[in-house]
């Protein structure tokens, strides 16, 4: 009896505990996120007057945004963005990844070049592309000359600005994905490798039966996190492409309308249900992925 | 007791978690009985002649001193969303036509009607259209500031190496098409004119010079498919798509129009007199260039637009910010502003000062003073933003060619008639 309450006293004093290390990010997720969201969702059944002041509409912003077709038409670009993009960005992440897993000379100053983007500020970033790319006198332009080759309107042909910022979108993402897949490959054991060269396997054999099977775990993890960055991809676009214009029109993602709608039109009702619906496919997609995990990821 | 006592740690924890949330709303009165006033405006150049305006007050009135916030032009109305959400508003703000209407009808600045009545402020001194703008409901809500309107730039030395002679107050639509196919030489990558997508210092000018109608501030419908606007949209389509005096619209989305005459690729922009100083600073355009009115249609006419200074309705310091806003709306404080060359004051009969400042540069700068007298107001709404986004959109599909000027003005007007009405 006396034994066992004097465990019964430890267990809250460890419960307590427990609770009181993750109060501050508990906290932090609170006030910063779950609060925010769950205010977004209200305010997608409201319009804005401004200021905070709203009126409740119940679903007129979702029928609003069924029977608009620049909402489908930022679905598309969302969609021909991420299913584009993210397979780029997983392979070629995961190419340089095995590639800066080899022991050659001046490893660290390929791994810090690769990795330099994820440093540099997005918005930086895109102002230097937004040079490169520019029609008259951009670096690509002038390169393409000398070829004989036309000058192209990268950011302002509404059929090439989608490409553009795929572009600068996949460039932007192998950095930290090649990190992680590192991280992972070194987590291999070398005796595999050892033993599949005295049965005199080759490095294409290796990787595709031994490397690549063990990576699933991280990759996995790359590829949700991938998907999601790629359906909520936004500071490239508003920082290249001009706003109001065909090209904006046929690039802008789901992430890209609703700024559009809550910050400068001041919509902010319409804004939220732009931002629910992305919401709603993320949960759906990561939720498949979630699922098809057992098919092809070894733990 | 040691349960208690961990308790007592996580309230604390979560209180100062809070409390750090909530903290940094003290407003801007030190211990010393100095009171600080925040002033929000957007563009950096004319900061810099703003605060020597500030420093005079500040030297006159010693207990008050002002804190200028300038933020870029694009970042300044999320800026000012957000604070004046969370009550931060700064206590005098800079207004523009766009987004006053919000403020106003919000009640978020204050009314200005006692002042008027103590005799602080004249409102018959300003320019009435401007004034105008800044009317809700028959109530002052800010001080006109400036004046703006639209001249036609040009670069002389293109118009040299053409054999052209300068634009003058009359040049028709005919002489310039003309003069502007002279000035093109494709092959070298110049163009007489830059057709860019933009209201106010671009098509709009057409649309009034042609008599025609945008939409009007008190109905609650758009004339924006009437012939005369359809004429101008027309004339500004051909200019680009059968002229070709105009780089093409792709080009202009990229870089825009004042970049390309500061590098001497198109011979005419129009462009406000507040880029009169940008002009100036460039070492090329400060040599080449010079202003003209703007070409005659039917009539003369070009875009004019003014900002105004306001009062945060839920300032802590009204007293001390009405004294600021006083002496900003004074005959001295203009003055000072034409004579720093920040931009022509609305307060009438002040501009000379401001031309005489740019007048050695741009010897018929002028032109901006003469043509105040058929300025026609930009046209203003409670939903300015709206309509003209989508216009701006419409606009853009004319000038890639994807569209007529008729089609266009319809889905204009049809678009604007909905959100007029509140669908949208």
Redesign the interface.
Known sequence: MHHQRRIGKYR??EI??G??FI??TA??LI?LNIKPAIDTIYMSFNKS?????MTWTGLDNYK?LMADPEVWQSLLNTLKYSVIAVPLIVVFSLIVAVLMNQKIKGLSVYRTLYFLPVVAAPAAVAMIWKWLF????GLINQMLGNFGIKPI?W???PDIAIYTVIIVGVWSAIGYNMVLLIAGLQDIPNDYYESAEIDGAGPIRQFFTITLPLVTPTLFFVVVTTVIGAFQVFDSIFMMV?Q????M?KTQSLAYLFYKYS?????KGYGSAIVVLLLGIILIITAIQLKLQKKWVYY | M??NG??G??VM??AA?LVG?GSGNSAGSSSSGKVTLSFASWDTKQAVGLRKMADKFEKDNPNIKIKMETTPWDQYW?KM?AA??GGKMPDVVTMHSNESY?YMS?D?LMSLEDMAKKGDIKFSNYNSGVTKLYMYKGKHYAVPKDVTNIGLWYNKTLFDQAGVKYPDGTWTWETFAENAKKLTNAAK?VYGFAAA?APETGYYNFIYQNDGQIWSMNEKKSHYNDKNTVGALQFYQDLMLKDKVSP????L???DQINLFESG?VAMIMAGNWGAEELASNEYTAKNADVAPLPKGKKQATVTNGLAWGISAKTTHPKEAQKFLKFLASKEANTMQSDLGVSIPAYEGLGQGWTDKYKKTFAHIESFNEQLKYGVLRPFNANT??CE?LS??QV??MM?G?QTAQETADTVAKGIDKILAGK?
């Not at chain 1, 520019?134 to 006198?137: G, Q």
């Not at chain 2, 093409?248 to 080009?251: F, G, H, N, P």
């Open positions: 809250v004093n307590i505990w609770y009181l109060l501050p906290v932090g006030v007057a401004g200021f905070g002041r609003r520019n029609s008259n006198y309107n950011l302002s042909d001009q109001n214009t065909d090209a029109y910050f400068i039109l001041n919509d | 040691k349960r961990l308790l740690i996580t924890l979560a978690v949330c999320t969303e004046t959400t919000k919000n978020m990558g997508t093409s619209a792709q080009v989305e990229q870089t690729k933003i709206k986004t701006n959109e853009g599909k890639s994807k949208e």
